[in-house]
């Protein structure tokens, strides 16, 4: 018996050595895994610049963040709805309904009953497109919480209606002339677009307005708190007295609204609208989500993990053009790289718990152990 | 009784224990579940493993199954060091588990549950009449009733840990480990159990059992273990110990001192229900909470007490507003009180909810993002969180409560049950209500924090507010509340001073044995 637990202690103490050690190394890889999105960014970035000189220039920096901003302003209202636990498939299409009606109102709106065209102002156009976009969500939002629809038919329903609509209104041709007239006094659509105020895109300053306004939402907000707990555990929130459906439906009013927000800056920077504007970006943000840390479970996700996800994909989307790589590869890459964030992401859960596991089990060591005579059998018993 | 006798734990004089626990020590994130715990289990007989909640039973069960791996530490088996690298091989080396948690597809028949994974075949194709039969043959041992060819889903939850019982029996284990298989079961269910236990032990095989019902436990143990915060504090004969060395082992001090007693200061009726019915919300039509009637007033803590199907879930669902009334009223300080959950906090009604996990509490944040959880808008200052204000509030509170936590930015998986259900109450309170309801507050929560949540619902009361709670423990039910209510079959059958009932009168009050209802039995 002795012997066997002087063996067993050999053992133990033996075990807890080689956790000291583990618990230092796996710290270390945590650390370089909890930056992973900022390093494939940096890569990304230096070797685009090896490969073509054209890269690391501040006007393609420019243009390549105005494409990024437009996925980011996609991708933070789909942040929203995934910190929820649901999805929104419905944002690419709502992009395309947006720019159309944006079109059909800057050609003039023909009033029958009056027998007029009415031309409304810009910002009248810009705000009517923005509720349109909010309306989208407004309904993904009751089919999901009146109505029992799983997020990802409901918003896949959405994704078909809205793309539907945006055709009929358009009768599926472009609208060709956005600039509006002066004698209508509806110009200046382009400057969503076009203009740069202090160097920068408009859409990126959008992008960072966003991006502000949401984190400060999600972190100092009841809503952004209600929020992360409707996606960590829907049931015990509303037993807490939050009112859980109205804050499911918001995220689903807030994501459409940046959807419609974005296909406004499509249209502008083309100065045209088409109806299929805005086919599959859905993918695309769901990517810069999730490639931002964000758990497609809900609860999990923060707006500097997106906004990173969305330079990757839109850098590495960019880049490829600009060294030349086809455009099947491209995909291919795309693909590739999504996937592997999942991959790594998992694997820094696992080590993390791994890590946690370690380090308790190595400081063991130092804690005093009670007395033996506390574990050998008790002998008060009368 | 000499020390001889106990000389060396459970295992009888000489013989080499079948499985054997060796120094086994794990850790879960930062937390130790077990610290050095060395058991030994004996061929042809039941050890059972007694230990609060949290005081690491499941892990232990769970490491010698290989259904976890130990930190440090090992398993032996017939005296040799093995290491399983999953629960499917040490199945098949005859290490069975029948876990806490049911594992069975609903989707699927008894019979397809019975040999998932280990399916019969003839020819590439399931050999479905060969299931059948040694399914009826294996259920003919513990319910005639059950058709194999019965959906899982169909099944009542005792009878689904029947099913999950009949499994472990057909993988003809040496070695048997019961996690509170009697939890679901009805009372001639156990008896069947137990008298499967015998014949297995008859047959040589090593049963390992772990149960809430202490006495229950007692019963059918040959050998006792005692776990108390991951250490194995004693180990003895069954023949030599009784319920109160056990408790003292598991708590580290007798019980009596646990729940003191006070005097209410009474104030007027807070909640009034009256003639309040519920129907069954799996199956409507009948009742499950028949023409109740009850005040609690202010500074009062009220208990119901019942068994499980007797109504007292539905009751506080119903008066939480998470089940629609099918009539009756009810009142919270004289306004009648109506609406859904949310309404109902606003008008002063907390609910700490029977499930922990599944209700109370969000996994995925801390300890001070789920206390400030429901009331997060009495911190907000225009329409930003006032940090400040909400943290000195969560840390008074986890003072309050008695919380031991890291911090208010601990991960809320890192606590115990026990302080999992503190922050779940102490969630309710900062809402600050009137009326505080709490499903089974003790559920799942060992029995030295029970002290604490019970002393934390008592200083709620004494704020003046007026606490219901329920409750299917007898002894809290005679020791906790100021009055107790038995409920029985949907009806209130007594409305009592726990002091002036014995246990006998309760229990067979609350069996509806003593109630005109009796013809109706079904």
Redesign the interface.
């Known amino acids: ?1 002795t012997d ?1 637990l002087t063996k ?2 050999e ?2 103490t033996r ?2 050595q080689v ?1 000291a050690v583990q618990a230092r190394r796996l710290k270390t890889l945590d650390s370089i895994f909890e930056l992973r999105a900022f390093i494939a960014l940096g890569v990304l970035i230096v070797v685009f610049s090896l490969l073509s000189d054209s890269f690391l220039t501040v006007d393609n920096l420019i243009t390549m963040t105005k494409h990024v901003a437009i996925n980011a302003i996609l991708a933070l209202g789909m942040l929203l709805v995934i910190l929820k636990g649901g999805i929104d498939l419905s944002v690419g299409s709502t992009v395309g309904l947006s720019g159309v009606i944006a079109g059909e109102l800057l050609q003039g709106l023909h009033l029958s009953l009056f027998d007029v065209v009415a031309y409304p102002r810009v910002w009248a156009v810009v705000v009517v497109c923005i509720a349109v976009g909010a309306l989208v969500g407004a309904v993904n939002g009751i089919l999901v919480t009146r109505l029992n629809v799983a997020p990802f038919i409901a918003t896949l329903g959405m994704l078909y209606v809205a793309r539907a609509t945006a055709l009929l209104i358009s009768d599926g041709t472009t609208y060709p002339d956005l600039a509006g007239s002066p004698a209508t006094h509806n110009t200046g659509f382009d400057w969503l677009g076009q203009a740069r105020p202090l160097g920068l895109p408009v859409a990126v300053w959008i992008m960072i307005v966003l991006a502000v306004v949401i984190t ?1 939402l999600l972190r ?3 809503f952004g ?2 929020l ?2 409707t ?3 829907a ?9 859980v459906k109205r804050v499911k439906t918001a995220v689903y009013v807030v994501s459409g609204a940046c959807a419609a927000m974005a296909g406004l800056i499509i249209a502008s920077e083309l100065t045209s609208a088409a109806p299929q504007a805005g086919d599959t970006f859905e993918l695309n943000a769901i990517a810069a989500v999730v490639i931002g840390g964000a758990a497609l479970s809900g ?2 996700g923060n707006v500097r993990g997106t906004l990173v996800g969305a330079f990757v994909i839109g850098f590495l989307a960019d880049g490829l053009v600009i060294v030349g790589v086809s455009t099947f590869w491209q995909m291919l890459i795309k693909g590739a790289v999504i996937v592997l964030a999942v991959i790594l992401d998992q694997s820094q859960q696992r080590f993390q ?1 791994r890590r ?2 370690a ?3 190595a400081v ?1 060591e130092e804690e005093p ?2 007395g033996s005579a ?2 050998a ?3 008060d ?1 009368t | 009784m000499t020390a001889g006798v106990r000389g060396s734990g459970p295992a009888p004089e000489g013989s080499v224990p079948v499985l054997r626990a060796a120094e086994v020590t794990k850790v879960y994130g930062g937390t130790h579940a077990l610290r050095g715990v060395s058991l030994g289990i004996a061929a042809g007989r039941t050890t059972v493993l007694f230990g609060e909640n949290g005081a690491g039973k499941s892990t232990l069960m769970k490491i010698l199954s290989a259904v976890e791996q130990p930190s440090t530490g090992h398993i032996e088996l017939d005296g040799e060091a093995v290491s399983f690298d999953s629960a499917r091989s040490a199945a098949d080396h005859g290490i069975s588990i029948i876990h806490q948690e049911l594992s069975l597809c609903p989707n699927l028949s008894i019979q397809d549950n019975l040999f998932l994974g280990r399916e019969h075949t003839r020819r590439g194709l399931l050999d479905r009449s060969r299931h059948r039969d040694l399914a009826r043959q294996v259920l003919g041992r513990l319910d005639r009733s059950l058709d194999p060819a019965t959906l899982v889903s169909e099944l009542r939850l005792g009878q689904q840990q029947l099913v999950e019982i009949a499994r472990a029996l057909l993988q003809r284990a040496r070695v048997l480990i019961m996690d509170e298989p009697t939890s679901a079961l009805s009372a001639p269910e156990v008896d069947v159990l137990f008298q499967v236990i015998s014949d297995l032990k008859a047959d040589g095989v090593a049963v390992v059992y772990i149960s809430h019902h202490l006495e229950e436990a007692l019963s059918v143990a040959d050998d006792v273990a005692v776990l108390r915060d991951g250490r194995m504090v004693a180990t003895s004969r069954a023949a030599d110990v009784d319920l109160a060395w056990i408790v003292r082992k598991m708590v580290g001090r007798d019980q009596d001192s646990l729940y003191p007693h006070r005097e209410p200061a009474l104030g007027p009726v807070a909640l009034d229900v009256n003639e309040l019915c519920v129907a069954d919300p799996s199956s409507p039509g009948r009742l499950s909470v028949d023409g109740v009637s009850l005040t609690v007033r202010a500074g009062e803590t009220v208990g119901i007490y019942g068994l499980m199907g007797s109504g007292r879930t539905e009751l506080l669902e119903c008066l939480a507003g998470r089940l629609p009334a099918a009539s009756g009223a009810v009142r919270l300080q004289g306004e009648p009180l109506t609406g859904d959950v949310r309404h109902r906090m606003g008008a002063g009604l907390a609910l700490v909810p029977e499930d922990r996990q599944r209700d109370g509490l969000v996994q995925s944040m801390t300890v001070g993002q789920n206390m400030s959880l429901a009331s997060l808008t009495r911190f907000a200052r225009r329409l930003l969180v006032d940090r400040r204000t909400e943290n000195s509030a969560v840390a008074s509170m986890i003072t309050d409560a008695t919380v031991k936590a890291a911090g208010p930015d601990a991960p809320i998986g890192s606590l115990s049950g026990g302080n999992q259900q503190k922050v779940v109450i102490a969630k309710a309170v900062m809402t600050d209500p009137r009326v505080l309801l709490l499903d089974e507050p003790s559920r799942g929560v060992d029995v030295g924090s029970k002290a604490d949540v019970f002393a934390l619902m008592a200083h709620q009361a004494e704020r003046g507010l007026a606490v219901l709670f329920s409750t299917s423990e007898a002894e809290e039910a005679l020791r906790i509340p100021d009055r107790l209510l038995i409920l029985a079959r949907g009806r209130v059958v007594a409305d009592v001073r726990p002091a002036e009932i014995t246990r006998d009168r309760l229990m067979s009050l609350a069996d509806g044995a003593d109630t005109t209802e009796e013809a109706h039995h079904d």
């Open positions: 018996m066997t067993d202690h053992l133990v075990q807890r956790a400060v100092s907000t009841p708190r209600w992360y707990a996606g960590g555990n049931r015990a929130t509303e037993l807490s007295g939050v009112p609860g999990r718990r946690a596991a380090s308790a089990v063991a152990r009670r506390d574990r059998p008790a002998d018993t």
